[in-house]
């Protein structure tokens, strides 16, 4: 059997009697991308701090490739890299000679070539001689993975590490990720822009109130609860919207020229090109876009309660 | 694009790590660290052993500059072993840069000895300079050169671990300035850094052998010039029992990352 890349057990955390993180479990298997989202407080990063050490764990275990990150602590942080949401400013150094140097906090001898590599495939070779305050925020974070991957860990924890960058440079990161991932390296990471968790991630947790809510492959995510929105475009405006159409979360536009309808998984829209013709819309058009992770997390999220979730 | 097999893991390379940049860190400013107490010291030196020490002798066969330069070597090793500690772990800790080391193999004991270390070097390294250049004031004896360097050591290192307490209780700039001047600078001035404890009045000279710093002014000097007002076996084991107190406290609070990890 192959011993989980990460594996949290009934792990929980309290700050003042308020539980941040409620007994969550999960395994995150050698090789994966793994989506760790969620809105704001919900837990993420007192997880990810814990499963990096830098906060306690308050309760249940956290094993990274079958060691228990208190007990062989050494070990656990060895195998692990973690780029932290927060970044961290430190001017004593040039970058240079930070990244000569930060393998060794890790047990690792300095290796020239990886240094290199990493530097060249972040494009971070011309800011070399500089110190971290003169950096942009892109570089910044760039600079940060580097610096989580210079030990060579074998799980990779990315805590919102496009915040804040550019587009352009957020393609990059993605392909960088995707190409450590390709080679070997399991990947955590959190991110908000959940377009991004979409394309990238094999499987997805969502965290809400401290509770895992949801943990499922990506694409079986969208599948389940992916409706559909559907615009229904009519010759006529209408003045009302028809009481059928308020079960469809029906909305019609300003003008009543068009009506916004959310298609459940279990409706087609030729169901509901049929219930319109029988009610004699006069329809001119029919849009449908299948909904992304951005509408199912928030409608999760909705739905769930402090204190509700199933902790699958 | 990675290389699958583990690199070897090297137990004391975080140790060494840690140490090489805390050195590293001090020797980067240092015209902080470095310069600016030795111009201070200097300034102490012309003072008290060019100007006024011409004119005062409070220790019977040594001129005043010879009392002097020992207190003020000492007091140099003090406030940098001291300031090094504080300052590196405070910031650290103020930034939010100790999550570079929280997420590492770094043991405790590899965390305290790598700061510990730093902090003796910088402390023995203003100390010997205090020293090189007060020798145009005064040509010191060295009644006992071992003791001189075992217990300018200890200084160094009690302080080091002075040092690593305050920086994981303050919690700003202003408390950490706190305790330079408001703890740490009246133990100096008042632990016979200047004066000899044996010429204060009776309630006054009773009350120093409360100070800390005036077992540590006391044994050097002795150790220096061969005469001080305590026994070497009193300043030692004073000083040691001081030194292994701060050392436990300093390891408890680092053991269970108080402050560190929350």
Same mark, same amino acid.
Do not use: C, R
């Given at each position: 059997m192959t011993v989980p890349a990460l594996a949290i057990d009934n792990l929980s955390k309290s700050y003042d009697g308020q539980q941040a993180v409620k007994e969550i479990s999960f395994e995150i298997p050698p090789g994966e991308i793994f989506g760790l989202l969620g809105p704001n407080g919900a837990g993420k990063s007192t997880t990810i701090n814990m499963i990096a050490g830098v906060t306690r764990i308050g309760g249940g275990r956290i094993e990274v490739f079958g060691y228990d990150n208190q007990r062989d602590y050494r070990v656990a942080r060895r195998l692990l890299g973690v780029m932290h949401q927060e970044v961290v400013i430190d001017n004593f150094f040039t970058i240079d000679q930070t990244l000569k140097f930060h393998a060794g906090y890790y047990g690792v001898r300095d290796d020239p070539a990886w240094r290199k590599r990493l530097i060249e495939q972040l494009g971070l070779g011309p800011h070399l001689? !500089?110190?971290?305050? !003169?950096?942009s925020g892109g570089l910044k974070r760039r600079f940060m993975i580097a610096k989580a991957l210079l030990h060579k860990p074998r799980l990779l924890i990315l805590d919102e590490p496009t915040a804040g960058v550019d587009v352009e440079l957020r393609h990059g990161l993605w392909e960088f990720v995707r190409e450590i991932n390709r080679a070997g390296t399991t990947i955590l990471l959190t991110t908000h822009y959940l377009e991004e968790a979409e394309q990238m991630c094999d499987r997805i947790a969502i965290m809400h109130h401290g509770e895992l809510i949801a943990l499922e492959a990506t694409g079986s995510l969208l599948e389940r609860l992916g409706t559909r929105g559907v615009v229904v475009h009519l010759h006529q405006p209408l003045q009302t919207l028809p009481a059928a159409l308020a079960g469809w979360g029906g909305r019609l536009d300003t003008d009543g020229r068009a009506v916004r309808l959310t298609l459940p998984p279990q409706q087609t829209a030729g169901d509901l090109l049929a219930l319109l013709c029988r009610m004699g819309l006069p329809v001119a058009d029919l849009e449908t876009k299948r909904a992304g992770l951005e509408e199912i997390f928030l409608q999760i999220t909705k739905d769930v309660p402090a204190g509700g979730g199933n902790g699958s | 694009m990675s290389d699958r097999r583990l690199p070897e893991f090297i137990p004391w390379l975080p140790f060494y790590t840690l140490l090489q940049k805390e050195v590293r860190r001090f020797l980067r400013v240092a015209s902080q660290t470095l310069v600016t107490p030795v111009v201070t010291a200097a300034l102490y030196l012309f003072i008290?052993?060019?100007?006024?020490g011409t004119r005062i002798?409070?220790?019977?066969?040594?001129s005043y500059a010879q009392f002097v330069i020992p207190g003020l070597i000492l007091m140099a090793v003090v406030n940098n072993a001291f300031a090094n500690t504080s300052t590196s772990l405070f910031m650290s800790r103020y930034l939010g840069s100790i999550v570079d080391l929280l997420v590492t193999p770094l043991t405790p004991a590899q965390f305290i000895l790598a700061y510990t270390l730093a902090a003796m070097l910088r402390g023995m390294a203003v100390g010997t300079v205090v020293w090189l250049i007060s020798l145009p004031f005064a040509t010191l004896p060295f009644a006992h050169p071992a003791l001189v360097v075992a217990m300018a050591l200890l200084t160094s290192f009690l302080f080091a671990q002075f040092g690593l307490i305050v920086a994981l209780h303050a919690d700003s700039f202003d408390a950490l300035a706190m305790y330079s001047n408001f703890v740490l600078m009246p133990l100096i001035y008042l632990g016979g850094v200047f004066y000899p404890i044996s010429i204060l009045p009776a309630p006054w000279a009773g009350l120093s052998h409360l100070n800390p710093l005036f077992y540590l002014i006391d044994g050097f000097r002795h150790a220096l010039l061969?005469?001080?007002?305590?026994?070497f076996a009193t300043a030692f084991t004073v000083s040691g029992l001081m030194a292994a107190g701060a050392f436990l406290w300093a390891a408890t609070l680092i053991g269970r990352s108080y402050r560190l990890r929350n």
């Open positions: 001689h !500089k110190v971290m305050i !003169k950096l | 008290f052993g060019a100007t006024l002798s409070v220790l019977e066969g040594f061969g005469q001080g007002d305590l026994s």
